[in-house]
């Protein structure tokens, strides 16, 4: 655990949200309290910043975290022409390029659901708009009950990929359980990218960049009981280390 005043600083990507007639720049609490369980310290990073905004923001962090969110990547992004009506174009246009930023930099990155479908699509892979309307596929959708302990609930299972960093994190169990609160998912995994795990209709779950210091994003939401299942910890420990790690020089 980082000492006080010397703890990793992670960079938070921001969702814009409109509240009442406010404009606004938000993150889901749930994540940014993991960061913090782990000895990381959350900055968040708001839409609207150039080029040289992202390089100077860089310069002061020690890792990048891109959270989940209701909105889903622009089409165009990936080469689709359907139309996407909950689009998030401010987070598009700060998280892919800063994505390809942070893979320049080695600066180490952690994806979830819509942060690691926009890992995929930074790196040239592409999603499928609406998983559960393919054949053969599950519902990967998020319960409609409002109760975190449903909604947050195991959903289905995951196997772990052989040859991936997580089978070497976990050298004796292949068979996980986890929540799932995503209607998107990847269609075409991008260049590059390993895959860690899929879900029991082979929709891949989660993928690395073993070359990277820690380049690794994940579909479904281990920052639910962060501190407590056993692949959330594997997961945000090693995160926020590799942010440590960046930080020490
Ligand atoms: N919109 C994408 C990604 C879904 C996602 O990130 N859900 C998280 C919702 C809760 C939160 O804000 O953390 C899709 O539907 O695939």
């Keep these: 655990m980082s000492e006080s005043g010397n703890k990793p600083v992670i960079g938070v990507i921001s969702c814009e949200k409109t509240v009442k007639i406010y404009q606004v720049q938000s993150v889901n609490h749930f994540y940014l309290q993991a960061i913090r369980d782990y000895g990381g310290l959350p900055l968040l990073i708001p839409a609207g910043c150039d080029e040289a905004d992202r390089e100077q923001l860089l310069a002061m962090v020690d890792g990048v975290f891109l959270p989940g969110s209701p909105s889903n990547v622009a089409p165009r992004h990936y080469g689709a022409t359907h139309e996407?009506?909950?689009?998030?174009?401010?987070?598009?246009?700060?998280?892919?390029?800063?994505?390809?930023?942070?893979?320049?930099?080695?600066?180490?990155?952690?994806?979830?659901?819509?942060?690691?479908?926009?890992?995929?699509?930074?790196?040239?892979?592409?999603?499928?708009?609406?998983?559960?309307?393919?054949?053969?596929?599950?519902?990967?959708?998020?319960?409609?009950?409002?109760?975190?302990?449903?909604?947050?609930?195991?959903?289905?299972?995951?196997?772990?990929?052989?040859?991936?960093?997580?089978?070497?994190?976990?050298?004796?169990?292949?068979?996980?359980?986890?929540?799932?609160?995503?209607?998107?998912?990847?269609?075409?995994?991008?260049?590059?990218?390993?895959?860690?795990?899929?879900?029991?209709?082979?929709?891949?779950?989660?993928?690395?960049?073993?070359?990277?210091?820690?380049?690794?994003?994940?579909?479904?939401?281990?920052?639910?009981?962060?501190?407590?299942?056993p692949l959330s910890k594997a997961l945000f420990s090693r995160f926020i280390a590799s942010a440590q790690a960046k930080r020490a020089g």
């Design 84 to 229: 996407e009506p909950a689009t998030d174009e401010g987070r598009d246009d700060l998280s892919l390029p800063i994505i390809r930023q942070c893979l320049g930099k080695g600066i180490p990155i952690f994806g979830i659901c819509r942060g690691f479908q926009e890992m995929n699509v930074a790196l040239g892979g592409q999603l499928h708009p609406k998983v559960h309307e393919l054949s053969g596929y599950l519902d990967h959708r998020e319960p409609e009950e409002s109760e975190y302990e449903i909604k947050y609930a195991f959903a289905h299972g995951l196997t772990l990929q052989e040859g991936g960093l997580f089978r070497q994190w976990f050298p004796d169990q292949t068979e996980f359980q986890v929540n799932s609160l995503h209607g998107q998912g990847v269609k075409s995994v991008a260049p590059r990218l390993v895959v860690e795990a899929v879900a029991p209709d082979g929709l891949v779950e989660a993928f690395s960049l073993p070359e990277h210091p820690f380049f690794v994003g994940v579909q479904w939401h281990p920052e639910w009981k962060a501190t407590e299942l």
